[in-house]
Each structure stands twice: as C-alpha cells, then as structure tokens.
C-alpha cells in the first residue's frame, strides 16, 4: 500500500470508529498554502536571488 505502518493504525482506528466512511480521504483545508508568512518568503527569495554578497 506504499503507506507507514502509523497511517494504517490510524485508517484502521477511524474505520471501526467511523466505517467505510471514516477512512475515505479528506481533502487538507491549508493544501497549496505556504506556512511561512509572506514577509519571511520573499527575504529569502530576495536573499537567494542576490547571492551571498558580502557574506550577509
């Protein structure tokens, strides 16, 4: 099943609690999202484009 061992102890976990329903796949709420805040992403993207300038 290409899965860990601890995915399927909680598939099996929300099967006898929830059924067949329990266990079909939830779509992530944050998925696509960025979990680093704006500000931070673009200092490194800024920093990464202009290199290691004066070793900054």
């Known amino acids: 099943m290409n899965k860990s061992v601890r ?3 909680r598939y ?3 099967w ?3 059924g067949l329903l329990g266990i079909l796949q939830n779509n992530r ?3 696509g999202s960025y979990r680093i805040d704006p500000r ?3 200092f490194i993207l800024k920093t990464y484009r202009e290199g290691n300038k004066g070793s900054k």
Do not use: F, G, H, S
């Open 40 to 42: 931070l992403q673009d």
């Open 16 to 18: 006898e609690e929830n």
């Open 7 to 9: 995915t399927i102890q």
């Open 12 to 14: 099996v976990k929300q």
């Open 29 to 31: 709420a944050d998925k």
